[in-house]
Structure formats: C-alpha cells, structure tokens
C-alpha cells in the first residue's frame, strides 16, 4: 500500500525540480533513491565544500560538481543523509567522469536520492527556477490560507449547521468528508469528489481500526485518513476524517490539514450555538431521506443508514408514528431503546417517526409494544416491507391509520386492520361533506336535546349499537322497555324517520358515528 504523507503546499518535490528544462537540458540520471524523489525541496544550495552539511538545515536540494569530496566519500554521504537534505545532483565532467562508485552505494545504503547530470548546466539557472517555485507556492499557500479562514468564518458567523461546515470542507479539497461521534457513526458525509458507497462503505468496522491522532491532525491507519478531533466544552467529542482521493491523488497537503482543522473548529462553535445535537439531526435527515426519497441512489441511502449504526439489508422494515406531549424527551427514550434497531427523528406534524429495521417477519410488534408503553399513547404501525423502497409506503399507511385512530387513549398499538367506521369517519372529520351529512341527519335531534336538556342522542345511539334489539338498547340505556319505546317514538316524530327500516337505521348510524369523529380531540401537534 502506498504511504500517505502530509506535505507542504509551500514546497516542490525532487521529481517535480527534475522535470525543469533547466535540469532537462543536463541529461539528468537518477542512480540511487528511486523510490525517495517525492521528497520536499524547501531551498537549494550549491556547494563545493568539503563538510556542507554544517550549511544545510534540511530538505535542500545540494548541486556539486564534486571539487570538494573528500576522499572517504561513504562517511560524506552519511553525513550529508543525516542532516536530511532532499538530494544531491552531482554534475559529470568536471572532477569526475561518471558518479564515484563509493557515493553511489553509500547513497543507494542511506537512502538518499543521488542524480547525475551528464551535460553541463548553469547552476545559478537551477537555483532561480527552484526558488521561484517554491516562493509562489509560498504564496499561493498564504492565499489558501486566507481564503479558508475566511470561508469558515463567514460560516460561523451566519450560524451555519454541521451539514454546511462538512460539505464546504469536501468542496474545497475535492475529497470525501465524514463527521463521525465516539460510537464510530458516520453522522455526516459529504463525499466530494468520491462515491458515498465508497466513502461509507463498512464505516464503523473501517473506523475502528482507525486510530486518533496523537497530536491535532495526522494522518492515520492503514487507509491513510486525514484525521482530526471536533471537540465540545474542552471534551472530545467525535472526529473528522478527509480521506485519500485516487491512486494519483492519495497526498494530503498543508492546505488540507489547514481545511481540517478549520472545519473541526466551526463545528464546535455551531454545536455550541445550535441546541439540536448532530445525532438527532442525522437521524432525522437520513428518515426523512427515506421518507421523502430525497436521494439520488437507494444504495447510498443504505450506505448512510447503515453508517449510522442501523443495518438495513436483509432486514424487514416498518414505519410507526407517535405522538406525545414532551417529544424531547420521549425522542432520547426511544434512542435509547432502539439504538441499532431504528432511525429515530421528530417528523414535526406528523409527530415523531419511527423506522424499524428486525430480522424475522412480524418482528415490528414487540418493538412497536415497547414504543407504546415508552410513549404512554398509541401508535400507528404501517405496511412491513423488505426494501427501503418501500418505505415511504409504510410511512404512508402508518399516516392513514394515524389519521383514523384518536390519540386519546390507553397505550396500543394500531394498524390498517384497526380502521372501522368509525376510525375512517374519524379521517374524514373535517370534510364540509361529512359535516352537511351529519348536519342534515341529526340536526333537529340535536337541537331539541339542547332546548329541552334531554339526551335522546344517546338513547339512539344505544339503539343503533344494539341493530334495532330494544331489550338490549334498554339495558345498555339503563332504561325500563316502556321508557325506551316512548323515546324511539319521540325520536321517530322529530326526525321524521322509521327506526324500523334498515335503511333508515343505517343512515343514522353513519350520520353519528360522523358526528363522534368531529366531537374527537385532535392529536397533539396536529391542525
């Protein structure tokens, strides 16, 4: 595996100095440190010195003729490997005909790339172009810089949230981003450049072999990610990892540890500003992902579920609702339960929306047990389904059942099967439709009730429960036979019906149970 290292976007490398015309023209010849010229040139330095290393500070690029050897060339070359010079270009011609074997080997033992030049070249060019290179590199960094401090300020200053810092991190560097917290869940994932599949792919195994840094920013494990530490109240907190580009593109430099580093920090000014926590917030936005299928592939979609430590393959899915009156901290209850087993996220009107994710068929029924009697209310279970896909079908019937089922209530749990008469006029309580029907039937009833204090409403309520048996009506009214004949009488004068007839019966009983869903309370959070 090729070794990723961070360099300075200040310098230019010793295969980058030889591709100069300048060192072209000489006929340049690499004859030891083959695999070392992606080494930094910071400076070069020609010399003829018997001990230059007493002049090098290191990552120099040394240029020598040679009049200056010493005749123990293998403790010149260790001296010279010691203090970390970047290479030596030794030119031929005017000491030396062809590279003196006991430099060639002591350099070959060290390490150090040795190249010959086997024309002659004017050193003085060399050193002009080199500075030149590294000067507007300089610069260019400087500008980087400020350009980067600049952006992550505005960020901050305009309150941005984690999923704006993250993502500006990945478009500056053109490599993947991931915010992850201490439990390796991916919870933000901006891939820049990359797959999401790629990035995200077997996160939290990947993750864990990872180690932090020991210092700020390093780059760590067999990967090679950029890692760096997001903090909150002087506690760390979770990671940010850049990982490698491509093959050509696996070099980290100074620009994208500066981009790293200034993202950790605007991460940890708009955790301190922002009161959803990122958990929270990542949950939701990969449900309502599901939900809304706001993605542009069900692969990724899986990916970033299972980044979140919810595996989803293979699994049987389902979508409950509930409502409740604290949802905050009902929300932490359910996270607490169903961690690893269910996205978690507060759905705003619609209440807080669960998707469960279990192995065996009918499996949603402990869980959406346990939720209920978290939740102290009912909740409404939708379709199990066996793809994310199918998702937003469940979510939709799991609407529908909540539309149809009060709130109020012992805990229980609801499904499609649940929906009787009553339940779908429940739905359909504010339709103008149901209102004038109930209104048409029941009216003259209701209005006599009012002015005369009887309750001749729920006598026929009883009556139409018990199919027309007045033995059974008369028990349920808590009335004598005689007493329940003459209010079925009474009744039959002011709505100018005939309880006898089915029909008749039929009507009224649709028209009250309409009558019942409008009296319903709505549930909490709802219009």
């Known amino acids: 595996m090729q070794v990723v290292r961070v360099s300075d976007g200040g310098t230019v490398t010793v295969a980058e100095v030889l591709a100069l015309p300048v060192l072209v023209r000489g006929l340049p010849k690499v004859l030891a440190g083959h695999d070392r010229l992606d080494r930094q040139v910071r400076w070069v330095h020609v010399t003829e ?33 010691d203090i970390g010079a970047a290479a030596l270009v030794l030119e031929l011609g005017r000491r030396f005909q062809e590279a003196p074997y006991e430099l060639v080997a002591a350099c070959r033992a060290r390490g150090v790339p040795l190249i010959v030049l086997q024309r002659g070249i004017k050193f003085v060019d060399v050193t002009q172009e080199v500075h030149a290179m590294i000067l507007t590199g300089q610069v260019r960094t400087l500008r980087a810089a400020q350009h980067v401090h600049d952006t992550f300020t505005a960020l901050s200053l305009r309150g941005a949230g984690a999923d704006e810092v993250v993502r500006a991190a990945a478009t500056m560097t053109g490599r993947a981003v991931v915010l992850e917290n201490l439990a390796h869940q991916a919870l933000i994932c901006a891939p820049g450049e990359a797959m999401v599949e790629d990035a995200l792919n077997r996160w939290e195994e990947r993750s864990r072999v990872t180690p932090s840094p020991t210092e700020r920013t390093e780059v760590c494990g067999q990967e090679g990610w950029l890692v760096t530490s997001v903090e909150f109240r002087g506690q760390r907190w979770g990671r940010l990892a850049m990982l490698p580009g491509s093959t050509a593109e696996q070099r980290f ?19 301190l500003t922002h009161e959803t926590r990122w958990e929270e917030q990542a ?30 393959h293979g699994r049987r899915l389902a979508v409950v609702l509930v409502c409740a009156a604290d949802r905050e901290v009902l929300l932490d209850k359910l996270r607490a339960r169903l961690e ?8 705003g009107e619609r209440g807080i929306g669960v998707l469960l994710a279990y192995r065996e068929p ?20 939708g379709a199990e389904v066996g793809e994310l896909s199918e998702v937003a079908r469940s979510a939709a019937e799991a609407e529908q059942v909540a539309d149809a089922v009060p709130p109020v209530g012992p805990a229980a749990v609801h499904t499609i099967a649940d929906i009787g008469l009553p339940q779908l006029f429940y739905s359909l309580r504010d339709d103008p439709r149901v209102q004038a029907y109930a209104e048409r039937q029941l009216a003259a009833l209701l209005a006599h009730d009012q002015d005369h204090g009887t309750d001749l409403l729920t006598t026929l309520r009883h009556y139409l429960a018990s199919a027309g048996n007045k033995s059974i009506a008369a028990r349920r009214s808590h009335l004598s036979r ?24 039929a009507q009224l009983h649709v028209a009250i149970a309409a009558l019942d869903a409008q009296r319903a309370r709505h549930r909490p959070g709802r219009a």
């Open 340 to 347: 690893g087993s269910a996205l978690v996220g507060d759905l």
């Open 283 to 312: 949950q939701r936005d990969a449900l309502l992902d599901v939900l809304e299928q706001r993605h542009l592939s069900w692969r990724d979609t899986r990916t970033k579920i299972t980044a979140l430590g919810v595996p989803t």
């Open 482 to 505: 005689q007493a329940l004949y003459q209010r079925l009488h009474l009744i039959e004068d002011i709505l100018r019906a005939d309880l006898e007839s089915g029909d008749c019966r």
């Open 49 to 81: 010195w018997e001990h230059p290393a007493s002049a090098l500070r290191g990552g120099e690029l040394v240029l020598t003729t040679g009049f200056g050897f010493p005749n123990r060339l293998e403790e010149w070359a260790a001296e010279f490997a």
């Open 362 to 381: 009918g499996g949603w029924r402990p869980l959406a047990t346990d939720i209920s009697e978290l939740a102290g209310a009912p909740v409404y279970v």
């Open 253 to 271: 430099h100074t620009d994208h540890v500066m981009v790293l580093e200034r993202a950790a920090i605007a991460l940890t000014l708009s955790r």
